[in-house]
Nanobody
Framework: QVQLVESGGGLVQAGGSLRLSCAASGRTFSSYIMAWFRQAPGKEREFVAAIRWSGGRTAYYADSAKGRFTISMDNAKKSMYLQMNSLKPEDTAVYYC????????????WGQGTQVTVSS
């Protein structure tokens, strides 16, 4: 089992930037797809971005994240990042690091979540 710990959330004004980090430990995760999801109050958890831990480092983005968010990873640090630029109030949510897939049903491990609040 892989353990995931997020950090980097906070309060930012619209148009600002934040960088989320996810530190992984435990079971080898070289075959995992690593992803970010988010959940706003009263809404279902939704996919934001994902990247393969090995191989070509193919990245996947939700339409809402394309052009504004960038997912990356550092193998040596066993960490994944989400650079979020041009933030909007609708980006306000708890952001979760996940291991396993692009859909909630495919996720094998979740982090505890980090709050991102974007003020207008």
């Amino acid at each position: 089992q892989v353990q995931l710990v997020e950090s980097g959330g906070g309060l930012v004004q619209a148009g600002g930037s934040l960088r989320l980090s996810c530190a992984a430990s435990g079971r080898t995760f070289s075959s995992y797809i690593m992803a970010w999801f988010r959940q706003a109050p009263g809404k279902e958890r939704e996919f934001v971005a994902a990247i393969r831990w090995s191989g070509g480092r193919t990245a996947y983005y939700a339409d809402s994240a394309k052009g504004r968010f960038t997912i990356s990873m550092d193998n040596a640090k066993k960490s994944m990042y989400l650079q979020m630029n041009s933030l909007k109030p609708e980006d306000t949510a708890v952001y979760y690091c996940a291991a396993g897939g692009l859909a909630v049903r495919d996720v094998e491990a979740w982090g505890q979540g980090t709050q991102v609040t974007v003020s207008s």
